[in-house]
């Protein structure tokens, strides 16, 4: 995938737009073969991929779909019955689809099953990655289309199959889906499982070696998809989930009103676009260029997506006659959800006006302000996570706890309580009264980082390059690599960012030569440089799933006098 960046100005800064995002083609399979029966005992006369939503029809709507996410061809099934269905793909083959050229390809044969109508789609599918559904599956067009880019990105990484499954149960009979805390699958069950916190939601996207899978389940006299999928779970293939929220298909006359809904909501939401904050060159010393990629990498993942630098704003909002309320207020008309790096006051303030109005970010603003350096240590010294402890033999280093460290002298290393005493004075005369003070830890620096929620953790030794930390790693020299509990640390991590509601998180941590570590230094929203465009990946993934439940990321952690040790 590649993407093209249209530059703009807006109050002398940068805006870079990223909506003309170009990604690679694909194959797509429609199955239409069902008699819809329990549609007809219900009243609904016409066949299943004829029966209309917002006034298209199902067929049209698939196709149209799968043309706005570079479809190279369109296969179809229908069965034998259904002349008027055969009609209708013989017209768009021949003369296209709302005036434009439809590469459609169609099967009429009548199937005992799904699985059995995709056997016989399979011949038109064996040279590249495609995606299949049914007819009649009702999904986000929006979400559809991170899930296409998503396919992409990992077939490209060794993913054979990437399967859409959804938390939302509306199926008389569903297919829970097992995951692991990666989202490989691990299995396919009739009934709910401890693993299973999804269902299928009959969208596949699968690499040509998975149609020998499915011969041999023919041979074998198989005859449902749920058969094919765990066979596919069996043969070792790397499955990965990718979910959707609310994802269903039309088998009674009732899901069509539904659906009408639905399609409603999807396709409003489908104009929304995506803002990505710069943060503030002060707030990224020696990391601009970083910031920004990791920036940019997240846009590439959306559809329509804006980018404006903190700077920018807090200019925009000097100079505009509007208010902080008033601008919020076009904006979040303006923009479905929020990515900000951002860390002024002035900004946090402008983004909690969007936040009242329903707009979603991240981080939120609370999260950033909870990032504080003194709040962070008092909230870990009263959740008893591992900090360096009070006194020690090695030194102090004294950091600067109202803001992010902006200059080499916010954080100094003392070699003694004198010295450290001299250092508080001269922080002092700057105008810095909030420090913190930590004794110094002798060890291996290690830098992680995580998206909380979506599985996402990495890390890293430091000073086995040239990134440093305010002259840590000097003072304990090259990494030893000592062995410790990376799954511990990562717990560790994930329960601070979720008491300080900070779902996009990085820190330091000191592994000691027993294994033990302490965490040092904890942040809102890292650069990522190491992991970038997986951690970008995750970060859309967390947007997502944020959008749909809004309340998630804060009713995970505790409240914010349970962190403080106030109750």
């Known amino acids: 995938m590649a993407c093209r960046s249209d530059r703009k100005t807006l ?11 170009i990604f690679a083609e694909m194959k797509f399979a429609i199955i239409a073969a069902g008699d819809g029966s329990r549609l007809a005992q219900e009243g609904v006369t016409e066949p299943k991929p004829l029966v209309r939503v917002r006034g298209e029809q199902l067929i049209d709507r698939l196709i149209r779909i799968f043309m706005e996410n570079n479809a190279t061809e369109i296969s179809v099934i229908c069965n034998e019955q259904m002349d008027g269905v055969k009609s209708h793909l013989k017209t768009i083959q021949d003369k296209g689809l709302n005036g434009k050229y439809v590469p459609l390809q169609f099967v ?15 011949h038109l599918l064996y040279d590249e990655p495609f995606i299949l559904t049914t007819v009649d599956t009702i999904f986000d067009e929006r979400e559809f289309h991170d899930y296409v880019l998503s396919f992409q990105d990992k077939i490209a990484h060794g993913t054979d199959a990437l399967m859409g499954v959804t938390d939302y149960i509306d199926d008389e009979k569903p297919l829970y889906v097992g995951v692991d805390n990666t989202m490989r699958i691990t299995g396919y ?24 899978i499915l011969e041999a389940c023919i041979k074998r006299g198989e005859s449902r998809m749920r058969n ?78 804006e980018m404006m ?80 402890p009070d006194e020690g033999s090695e030194g102090y280093w ?71 930390k305010f002259g840590y790693e000097a003072k304990n020299g090259k990494p030893q690599y000592y062995p410790f509990s990376s799954v511990n640390l990562q717990t560790d991590a994930e329960h601070l960012s979720r008491l ?23 942040n809102d ?20 799933m944020t959008a749909r439940h809004p309340q998630t990321s804060a009713d995970n952690g505790k409240s914010e006098d349970e962190a403080n040790g106030d109750i």
């Open 500 to 522: 300080l509601q900070t779902p996009i998180y990085g820190g330091d941590a000191v592994v000691r030569e027993d294994g033990s570590y302490v965490i040092i230094d904890f």
């Open 11 to 21: 109050h002398g800064k940068w805006l870079i737009s990223l909506k003309l995002c």
């Open 108 to 122: 009429v044969m009548s199937t005992a099953s799904s699985m059995h109508s995709f056997y016989e789609l399979r």
């Open 309 to 388: 630098s903190e700077e920018a704003i807090i200019e925009g909002l000097d100079t505009s006659k509007q208010s902080a309320r008033a601008a919020s207020l076009v904006l979040s008309n303006a923009y479905s959800q929020v990515v900000s790096m951002a860390r002024s006051p002035r900004v946090l303030d402008w983004i909690e006006q969007m936040e009242a109005r329903g707009v979603c970010v991240l981080n939120p603003s609370a999260a950033v302000r909870a990032c504080r350096r003194s709040h962070v240590v008092k909230v870990m010294k009263a959740n008893n996570l591992p900090y360096p």
């Open 228 to 305: 094919f999928q765990r066979a596919l779970v069996a043969s070792g293939l790397r499955m990965e989930a990718y979910p959707l929220s609310k994802v269903f298909d039309i088998d009674h006359a009732e899901d069509v009103r539904k659906a009408n809904e639905e399609v409603e909501i999807s396709s409003s939401h489908s104009r929304e676009k995506t803002l990505l904050i710069q943060r503030a060159a002060c707030y990224s010393p020696n990391s601009e260029e970083k910031d920004l990629a990791v920036l940019k990498a997240v846009g590439d993942f959306c559809r329509d997506a």
């Open 398 to 468: 004294i950091k600067r706890a109202d803001e992010a460290a902006q200059h080499k002298d916010d954080v100094c290393f003392c070699r003694d309580k004198a010295e450290l005493e001299r250092k508080k004075a001269e922080f002092a005369l700057r105008g810095i009264t909030d420090v913190v003070i930590e004794t110094h830890v002798q060890g291996d620096i290690v830098k992680f980082y995580g998206v909380e929620g979506v599985g996402f953790f990495r890390y890293y030794y430091s000073g086995a390059d040239a990134e440093t």
């Open 189 to 212: 069950y009739d009934t709910w499982q401890t693993d299973s916190r999804y269902i299928s939601a009959g969208i596949y996207g699968l690499m040509p070696a998975a149609l020998a």
């Open 525 to 544: 929203f890292p650069s990522f440089s190491r992991c970038r465009d997986e951690a970008a990946e995750a970060i859309v993934e967390l947007i997502r």
